[in-house]
């Protein structure tokens, strides 16, 4: 990858300019992702309903990272930071939450929309993947039916926070220790 090289020619500066506010690449890659998810979020439209919701972030998420060379690769390299733990993520389960969803529900469907996003994208990016993909469907055709089998498999599963007190039944609540 020439992610660095690449962004010093955008921003036509030399390595030790960038690297005076970036201290290092592992450092501009979670950056950069910090920056595709907050404009997921920010022109998502408001009063949606939950799953509609995150069928859009989803579809936006995809499309910022497909218009990336290798948006899905430098995704996945990409550590989270203490924004996405603290801001970001919090604003993705914010109308999960809103709709009753135990805290866990949240994470859990957050965390599946985000694998399914990286995961697809990486796939449609990888082109012995794609053409593979494309034996069967489009690309889009299947991120479409995966995005709403995702979404109904939420809804399904899903425990109201007004139904319940406790944590939900289906699935393990925490890891063992190892």
Known sequence: ?????????LLNVKSPALYWYVHSKDELLSLMMEQLLQNSLDDAPPNLAWSDWLEYVARRQRALLLSHRDGGLIASLAAPTERLRTQIFPRIMEPLLAAGFHPLQASA??????????GWVIYEQRPATREFVETFHTPSAGFELALGN????????????SATTSTPSRGRTSEPNQ
């Open 1 to 9: 990858m020439r992610v660095v090289t690449e962004i010093r020619g």
């Open 109 to 118: 469907a957050a965390g599946g929309l985000a694998a399914l996003v990286l």
């Open 150 to 161: 995702l979404v109904t498999g939420i809804a399904t599963n899903t425990v109201s926070r």
